[in-house]
């Protein structure tokens, strides 16, 4: 059963992410390292006592559907209502609706823990948050009153609207329709699908934020609006008032995360009201919705980057604890009675070393973004822009790097279970379908790769991203100068990792000043995993330099540098000499 | 839906494995290239029209267990019935018995079909196929008369009994025993666990081989003897007699391959009989029944390499087939109207054609292992024993290499489909739960790595080896003077994988000869990667020289040296100087 590494997390956090360097500056208020501790240990608590142990019995059970509401798995409600009333929905949240205003690392620390205990649960708070933090920036103050407070404190939860049938990855493409009602509302009609926690009996009501176009919007992405569309709309005294016009029609029978409902909404078909429409309301400017949609979006990315780590991490934790207990042959050197537990011998090790220092480089990934975020509200003028810029060069390599690594280790995982693994009892195989949509939803990974080569590199003229290679440099200078015997070749070989990194990068640059683009999309995929190898490996020599005398640190850091990291030399050649053949090969797919 | 690739299945058997060579040698009888088309035609029109409609259905109502008794899913009583009437069964088994006595490779060939209609259905076949080989190697001439005519026609099924909850990948632990009854029949008494196909409900009898201990044997595997357990007993005039003491006690709830059940088998409990015991007949003799096991188990773990392609193949017409249907964006350089289809992004195209490629290297590697089954049978003395260590060598590469990129491509489309591939009804996540068991089971990959570096590389002091590189690199000296520009580097590119290969294969020799196994065993699992990288290249290679003019192959070839085969370095270096980190970071891996 999964256990919170809360001191690992914490460890990631303050040291390798930065966010104990901004404490002592003074940036996050009255927040103390003692107190970031303290919420950490409280959330690992719940995380491992509360929401664990409902898992496999929330997958086996699922979200079920009928008649257009959705029941959650047994004790599912208790468990929301429990998280909600410890003020975890707020934790990041603005103070004046009730939030905690702590620094968005911490909550995605926290997140982690969630998503480790049950992703299926933990895809709720990803959800309402992202809502609040578009409302924050882009709804009426009216509307932050109406609706801020209730969110924040989790007793009304959120959801996004995206996804039509035709419109996945090309959100331009999306159908449903805004009209004018002529007193300030909309009335919303059209077809949503994969609409996570679109329905459920957790809580009263649920705020949806729906993309619609207004009539004669402009075609694709620039005439898209945003709008609130509550299931149930909300008197100005904050009751409930009458049902609104959408509802669920039926959720996905998926791989995995079973316990949370995925669903197609329907608005606007009259089912509910006098007349067809769903009530709505328009958050932000009319067309520029998508923009608006981007404020919750890019830290969704990160958040499902997060789940990625998340899901690494209880799927390491179980392989390793089933690695001690499982006893079959006799390893090298095993000198005991009988069979030597599994976790002796060397190709175990390798799978399990694997596991952790991926799930290790994934999390400090993941928290290093988080920290530019906080770091760019923390500062201001140019600071902030590069704060700002250095989020979002990240953000991509966040999500798509660690929720690639999550399939990954999840299946290793499997592997190390062998012939149980396979058994649905065992639970390793639900790490692996729960983790698989990570790779997909909040923008595919392969969309991920594109946005950092096209739009991320190109920040500030590369100085941007010049200015992170640099950073990394800097940590493989005190690495080398170190000289702790324990680190074995890591400088060296992370230097290596590195340089390929430079290299792609500016291959990749060179592309694009061309002008062409084909080629540098081949290549954005391998790219994205070369950086995720090279920055990882450099954030686990950081946590171990930050750590020294850790034995265990160092020697992760020196078998991901010396077993792992060796890739970026052929990641680096896809890139810079891949894409001919690719496009060669490619004429024959098309049918 | 699948569509059995029948030309390109003849394509890899008759001119890349090597078989065309061995007919026009004459060395398989009447068999000619006629003919075998002829045979691939008609497997693939049953696989197509057959089993593939049962794969999503089979898999949604899966087997199911009560009281003892297994009812397979709807239509496979049927589909079982019929296959087994078109002859299917019998194919590479021998004349005496009703068998078609043609090559193991033409029977792999056809297998692969079966598993990408279904692989839930085509394990049925492995198994049995198993079963009648150990037979034909090890029974005395009254049980073969007995048991294999109608095993052979696929009128009875057969199964492998080794695994016990305490002994997994070592088998030496197995304690189910068998007493001398003294009538020169034993009593079986014992649990075996994960037994396919241990209970259905398609045959009137299953022929049972289990692994079991005599009294006073030696411990560990020197001290395991096989039986033929039938379940029902047979009369001496080939009709059924009473029911034996073995039954199922239950079904596994699996990840994937729920079709096929995966039994629990109790042996001398009681339940059937006048006293415990189920009535066994010894297969060879006493205490050598790994080796008899063995017999069957390295063809199984052949048919499992072949099971790993077979789903590639199917999940790569699927994902094919959804990128030239689904729409969204607008690739480089399409001038249609509207959205192209995404067959044309350049990032499709590199999970599309990773798919291809690496399920056309798998399944040359798996045919040309086969082949080398084949030679062995059909030549004699040093030629023979050439070519049954060129099977051996080859028999872990196909078993591992090609499971492990069953389970890559099948994820990697799951991906091409995006949310929808996700979504059970998709059926591209089915191929992903199948594949998965395949990298576990007939010996997990790991045991498969194990097995190539410890007792295949130092075959013939380790000539045989080293004559199949020559042959890898002749290969490549052939392709760099075709000077065909469509290959591209490819040449190159090779030429470094194998010269990877061979520094990886010297350095594990000198580590072996210094006595170091730890040392060895820690890069036993990349060598095998790094064996099926630089093997799988050079047959995709083989496979375009042999069809000269034909620009896929070519193109197909250079796609993957250029792109998926650089990985070998990596691979060679984490093999030559992992260890040492492995050994030092694992040390806190232990509880």
């Known amino acids: 059963m999964y256990r919170a590494p809360v001191s690992e997390i ?3 956090l303050k040291s390798v992410a930065g966010l104990k360097e901004g404490l002592d500056k003074g940036l996050f208020g009255d927040l103390s390292e003692d107190l970031v501790d303290a919420i950490l240990e409280e959330a690992g608590r719940f995380a491992t006592d509360r929401i664990a142990p409902l898992h496999v019995p929330g997958d086996r059970q699922g979200a079920r559907h009928a008649d257009g ?3 959650m798995p047994d004790g599912y409600a208790d468990l929301y209502r429990d998280w909600a009333a410890g003020g975890w929905n707020g934790l990041a949240a603005d103070p004046e609706f009730g939030g905690q205003g702590l620094p968005i690392s911490l909550a995605m620390a926290v997140a982690e823990m969630w998503n480790s205990g049950s992703m299926g649960f933990g895809l709720v708070a990803t959800l309402t948050a992202g809502a609040v933090e578009a409302l924050e920036a882009h709804a009426s103050d009216e509307m932050k009153a109406k609706y801020l407070p209730k969110m924040v404190s989790g007793e009304w939860t959120g959801t996004m609207n995206l996804t039509e ?13 805004a009209e004018p009602a002529g007193d300030g509302t909309y009335r919303i009609f059209g077809q949503k699908i994969f609409i996570t926690y679109g329905e459920h009996d957790m809580t009263d009501n649920i ?14 992405t620039k005439g898209i609006s945003l709008f609130l569309v509550p299931k149930f709309l909300v008197n100005d005294d904050g009751s409930l008032g009458p049902r609104n016009d959408v509802h669920c029609h039926s959720i996905e029978h998926k791989l995995g995360i079973h316990a949370s409902p995925t669903c197609t909404m329907i608005y606007g078909d009259g089912k509910f009201g006098d007349e067809p429409g769903a009530v709505g309301w328009l958050v932000g400017e009319e067309n520029r919705g998508l923009a608006c949609m981007f404020t919750m979006m890019n830290n969704a990315r990160l958040a499902v980057g997060i789940e990625g780590v998340a899901v690494a991490e209880a799927a390491s934790q179980k392989a390793l604890a089933y690695a001690n207990e499982r006893r079959q042959g006799r390893a090298p050197g095993w000198t005991g009675e009988g069979m030597s537990p599994i976790v002796l011998h060397p190709d175990v090790r390798r799978d399990l070393l694997t596991m952790t220092s991926l799930t290790r480089a994934a999390r400090a990934i993941c928290l290093a973004c988080a920290h530019a975020i906080d770091m760019s509200r923390a500062t201001q003028g140019d600071e902030a822009r590069f704060w700002h810029e250095r989020a979002s060069l990240l953000t991509p390599v966040a999500k798509a790097f660690s929720t690639d690594i999550g399939s990954q280790v999840a299946s290793i995982g499997v592997q190390v ?7 649905e009892e065992t639970g390793a195989a639900l790490y ?8 997909i939803y909040e923008g595919t990974n392969g969309i991920q790769a594109i946005d950092l080569v096209t739009r991320k590199l190109p920040q500030s003229d590369g100085a941007c991203v010049s200015a992170y290679f640099d950073e990394l440099d800097g940590v493989i200078g005190a690495l080398s100068a170190s000289n702790e015997p324990a680190f074995g070749q890591s400088a060296g070989r992370l230097k290596e990792a590195v340089a390929d990194l430079r290299a792609a990068t500016d291959a990749l640059g060179a592309m694009m000043k061309a002008g062409d683009m084909a080629r540098a999309l081949s290549g954005a995929t391998p790219y994205l995993r070369l950086f995720g190898l090279a920055a990882g490996g450099v954030y686990l020599a950081r946590a171990a330099l930050a750590d020294a005398g850790n034995g265990e640190r160092a020697s992760l850091c020196r078998f991901f540098a010396e077993n792992l990291a060796g890739e970026t030399a052929a990641l680096r050649r896809t890139v810079e000499a891949g894409a001919e053949s690719l496009a060669a090969a490619g004429e024959f797919l098309v049918a």
């Open 432 to 439: 692996m379908r729960d983790a698989r949509i990570a790779q």
């Open 417 to 423: 279970h062998g012939g149980m693994g396979f058994i």
């Open 10 to 12: 914490a460890h990631a």
């Open 165 to 177: 049938p035709q419109a996945g990855s090309d959100v331009g493409a999306l159908k449903a329709r």
């Open 207 to 220: 705020v949806h934020l729906v993309l619609a176009r207004l009539p004669g919007a402009p075609a694709g």
């Open 69 to 71: 509401a959705v029941t």
